[in-house]
Every structure is written in structure tokens, then in C-alpha cells.
């Protein structure tokens, strides 16, 4: 494959994920809609968003909440009607902005009635549209596979007395796609949408679609569960798979794909994403957002430092240079609150804050921006005890650790606290008002109650904000193609407060330094003299920071906690 980084609108775009039901109620029932983005729109374009990214909008019942679908055709009541979609598309397109739909081709509702056939005999003509096997020999699961959720993958079926699988929740059965009449069916869901006017997808669970059929036990035990991923991610097929959607789906329209996987590094992400390949336009950058999780327990949190971020980075910037493309993904309706992982919400809410903006919007790749982190939504306060909790994840995940083996209840409900995705699914802070204006009704899920201190009604106009500092470097970005394209060095490794990198081009180079701690900082700028005509383009402490210009100067200066200062330097025309 040639290394190469054809210019593309989607590698400029500013991508916003809306997470529907928690994003703005138009009609009081607490549930967010589709009316209700469409009433937000000229917010989004005022912020810079390019491309807004809607969570799936079909009928579900509601047990991965609209994740596990029943119908792909229709649009849920609850959200509005197909009207109000095709609303949304025109006022979408009316701004100058794009949207991209939630594909969820890996599973679907235990409600689906291709589902409802495939389980009703073993002669049903959809029964191989799922992996329906016998027990084993004792009777138990055909293997020892475990689900996301920590369960079996195996679900027992009284009527046909076979089990069948379920990475997800067990109301989420696995597509087969080695069967063609799936792909078929998906391929057809895909063209229905797109005609309609979509402008893409962010395909969920990309690289869980192709599995190892023989379903082989993953060690020498006979029954223990065991993480299978080895046997269900990166399958033989998944490339063959995603290269037939392109041929006979994503070529025929003006549209960008974005792939949703786990557990990939860069070598993987070139496969998926190299134009050569014809396959995906770019994906997910994820080990980023998992750097405080422990392998193979998304609860349970592991200390991490500012090198561990550096490699990460570092890795994704140099190994995938020219080579494929990534989204930089650093929070979603998946995860806790960016600001309260990678910042300090508590002490430096908005230094930490603004410091994350810098960093996401000067990095190579899309960037990703969750709903409410322009205004830096923290990590809910009202989450106390279980029953405060709506993901069945976390309820699953106490019912084992508490309940069944007797771990200690305080341990596992901080862990629940620290990493449950309920803090990213809050409703939207939009005032200080009742619900924080998301709805006139009560919401589906309690407002965070610092909405009174934080929203997008007292940030709109302070020069100071989150929601403006987001604004401007935004504004940068877009100004400044180097921010997109420029080759990444990290200029020093070793620092373990300070993050400081450069963006370089053909027209000019950038400098980012951003104190990534709560303490003060020591800084000297390595090699100052080839900076030393920049200029500072923005900074988080206009009061109090450190002074620019000793910064240039090569003088050792001190760093503000959570400080980020933005330069730029335009190369010599001689």
C-alpha cells in the first residue's frame, strides 16, 4: 500500500454525536426527538460542527437502549416520524452540514421478526440468519465464550432446544453474516437510508461481523467462561465482508463510513481504512478513551500516566501517517465524562476542560465530539445505589460481583460510579432552569444537578467559556489545514506533566503545550530557535498563565495547572 493523504471533506469535518434520547425533548414525554435536534441545529452550526452523528432511531425494546433493534425500516414513535426525519435531513443540508445514522450490523432485537422466525423451528428459512448450535455434551453452552456483559454467550431456547449466540445483551442475537441473504438484507437497510439522504454511517461493532463458526472452546477448561474475543473479532471474513458492502453500497453515493471497533491498533486500522482497500473511509480511534480500564474488565479503573497517553498517540499519529485515517474518539454515549477521566472536574473543571478541546482538535484525524462536552458535562452526582443506574451493564455487573459472589458492595458500586456510561447519557444542560431545559416533562434520566453552575445558556455569551473556547479552536482548525494534515513529533517523551508536540506542513508548523496535571509545571522549549518567530493563537490562562514570549525565547517558564497554549509559525517563503 502507497503512503498517501488524499485531502477529503470528512477529514476536515468537525463530527457531533447526538445521543437522541438524552439530547433536547420537543414534546414533554422526557425522551429526547427528533424535532428536538432539529431545533438545536443552528447551536451546532454556530459551535462548527460539520457533521452531526445521530444514535440509532428505530423501534426497540429498549434493552441496549435503541441498540438492539426490531425494525430498521421505521422510525420509533418515540423519537417522531419519518417525516420528522426527513426534516431533519433537509435543515441538516440547509446549514451546510452533513448527518450520518447509527448502523448496527452485528446483531439484532431478540424482537425482530427475522429473529422471531429464526427461533420459531429448526426448519425455518431464517434460521441460519443467527448462530443457532446444540449443547455441548453435559448439556451446557456449545462453548465457554462470555458476552460483553459478562454472561454466557449462549442462550438457551426451550423451543428448539438449541442455543443461540450473543455478544451483547442475550435480547441481542448475532447476525450470521456467512450467510448471503443477511448481507442481502443489510445491504438493502443501507441503500433504503442513503436514498432517503443520509450522507453515511457510523457502523457499530465493525469488527465483530465475521467469527470463528467452529465456536472452539478459548483454553483447556471444559466449561469455565472465558473471553473469546480471539475467536469473534478480526474474523477470517470481516475484510471480504465490509469490501462487498463497498462494491455493492457505500461507491454508488456521496458518503463517508466509519467504522465502530475495539481492540484494534494501527496495523489493523490501515486494513480497514487505506483507500487501496475499498473497505471503510475511517475509524474509531478507541484506546484512547480505555487507557484508565483494566484488560478485560471495563470496571474495574487503572492509574495511568501522561507517557502511557503520549504512546497511545504517538502511535496512532506516526504508524498510521499516510496510511489510513482514524476518528479521534475520546468520550461517547459509552463512556464516563471526558472531563472527569482525562481532566480534573472537581478542582480545574474549566482549565482541564478547555485543555482537552486543544488536545482533541489538534490532534491528526476527525475529531469526535460527544454532546455536552463543549460546555464540559461532568460525571453525575446523582448516581448512588444500583437502582440510581439504568444500563444493564452496571445492573448485570453488580448482580454478579455483589450478589453471587459476595464481593464487597461499596467496592463494586465505586467502580460501578467511576465507570458507568449513565454519566455520559444525563440529559443535555441547556439552562439553569427546570430539567435544565430538556424537557418540560420529567426526563427518562435525572438532569446532573450542576446544571446550575453548568449550560449552555450561561456559557453562550461569556468570552471565557468552555463552549466559546471550543469555538475558537475549532475556528483554528478549520482555518489551518496543517491541524489536519501535518506530520506529528512529540517533542518531549519523557516529560511526565507536560504534552508538548508540533503539527508541521508544507505552509507553516505549530506548536501544542499543554500542562496535562494539577500541579505547576517547569517548562523549557526544546530547540527554541526554530520557534522563534511563532505566535500564540490561543491559551486557557490569559491572566495568569505563563509568558508566550519567554516560552520562544527558550527561557524556562512555569506551566499553570491544566494550562494549553496553541502557537503558530509560518515558514520562510525564501
Request: charged share 25%.
Amino acid at each position: 500500500m502507497n503512503t498517501v493523504i488524499n485531502p477529503e471533506y470528512w477529514k476536515e469535518s468537525i463530527v457531533y454525536e447526538v445521543y437522541l434520547r438524552s439530547f433536547q425533548d420537543s414534546n414533554g414525554d422526557g425522551i429526547g426527538d427528533i424535532p428536538g435536534v432539529i431545533s438545536r441545529l443552528d447551536y451546532l452550526k454556530e459551535l462548527g460542527v460539520d457533521v452531526v452523528w445521530i444514535s440509532p432511531v428505530h423501534p426497540s425494546p429498549n434493552a441496549d437502549y435503541s441498540y438492539d433493534i426490531k425494525d430498521f425500516y421505521s422510525i420509533d414513535p418515540v423519537f417522531g416520524t419519518l417525516d420528522d426525519l426527513k426534516q431533519l435531513i433537509h435543515e441538516v443540508h440547509k446549514r451546510d452540514m452533513k448527518m450520518i445514522m447509527d448502523m448496527i450490523i452485528n446483531h439484532t432485537s431478540d424482537e425482530h421478526p427475522w429473529f422471531l422466525e429464526s427461533r420459531s423451528s429448526v426448519d425455518s428459512p431464517y434460521r441460519d440468519y443467527y448462530f443457532w448450535r446444540d449443547p455441548a455434551p453435559d448439556g451446557g453452552p456449545p462453548s465457554n465464550w462470555i458476552s460483553y456483559l459478562g454472561e454466557s454467550m449462549w442462550e438457551y431456547d426451550e423451543t428448539t432446544k438449541q442455543y443461540y449466540l450473543h455478544s451483547y445483551h442475550k435480547k441481542e442475537p448475532d447476525l450470521n453474516w456467512e450467510n448471503p441473504r443477511v448481507r442481502q438484507e443489510m445491504k438493502d437497510i443501507m441503500h433504503h437510508w442513503l436514498k432517503l439522504g443520509i450522507d453515511g454511517y457510523q457502523i457499530d461493532a465493525v469488527n465483530s461481523i465475521s467469527k470463528d463458526t467452529r465456536f472452539p472452546n478459548t483454553d483447556d477448561t471444559e466449561r469455565r467462561q472465558a473471553n473469546a474475543e480471539q475467536y469473534f473479532k478480526e474474523g477470517p471474513r470481516v475484510h471480504e465482508y465490509l469490501h462487498e458492502l463497498y462494491e455493492d453500497v457505500f461507491a454508488h453515493y456521496s458518503i463517508f463510513t466509519a467504522g465502530e471497533p475495539s481492540g484494534i491498533g494501527t496495523d489493523e486500522a490501515a486494513l480497514y481504512t487505506h483507500p487501496d482497500r475499498q473497505e471503510l473511509d475511517m475509524v474509531l480511534m478507541m484506546e484512547a478513551s480505555k487507557i484508565d480500564t483494566v484488560t478485560n474488565d471495563l470496571w474495574q479503573y487503572q492509574p495511568w500516566t501522561l507517557q502511557d497517553l503520549k504512546k497511545i498517540m504517538g502511535d496512532w499519529n506516526r504508524n498510521l501517517y499516510g496510511k489510513g485515517w482514524i476518528g479521534v474518539y475520546l468520550s461517547s454515549h459509552d463512556h464516563a465524562r471526558l472531563v472527569s477521566y482525562l481532566g480534573d472536574a472537581d478542582k480545574y473543571h474549566k482549565e482541564s476542560a478547555k485543555l482537552l478541546a486543544m488536545f482533541l482538535m489538534t490532534m491528526q484525524g476527525t475529531p469526535y465530539i460527544y454532546q455536552g462536552d463543549e460546555i464540559g458535562m461532568t460525571n453525575a452526582q446523582h448516581l448512588r445505589t444500583i437502582d440510581d443506574f439504568t444500563e444493564q451493564q452496571a445492573k448485570i455487573y453488580y448482580r454478579q460481583r455483589v450478589e453471587e459472589h459476595g464481593d464487597d458492595e461499596q467496592e463494586i458500586m465505586q467502580r460501578i460510579y467511576t465507570k458507568s456510561r449513565d454519566h455520559a447519557r444525563t440529559p443535555v444542560q441547556w439552562e439553569d432552569g427546570p430539567n435544565g431545559g430538556f424537557s418540560t416533562g420529567e426526563p427518562w434520566m435525572p438532569v446532573n444537578p450542576n446544571t446550575r453552575e453548568i449550560n449552555v445558556r450561561q456559557q453562550q455569551d461569556d468570552p471565557d467559556s468552555i463552549l466559546n473556547f471550543y469555538r475558537e479552536i475549532i475556528r483554528i482548525r478549520k482555518q489551518h489545514k496543517t491541524l489536519v494534515y501535518g506530520n506529528y513529533e512529540d517533542i518531549l517523551p519523557e516529560d511526565e506533566q507536560i504534552y508538548a508536540y508540533t503539527r508541521a506542513g508544507k505552509e507553516d508548523r505549530w506548536l501544542i503545550v499543554l500542562n496535562f496535571s494539577s500541579s505547576p509545571a517547569d517548562f523549557r522549549l526544546p530547540d527554541a530557535d526554530s520557534l522563534a518567530n511563532a505566535e500564540l493563537m490561543l491559551h486557557t490562562h490569559p491572566d495568569r498563565g505563563a509568558d508566550p514570549s519567554a516560552i520562544l525565547s527558550g527561557k524556562q517558564v512555569q506551566l499553570q495547572p491544566y494550562e494549553a497554549l496553541l502557537f503558530s509559525q509560518k515558514h520562510s517563503s525564501k
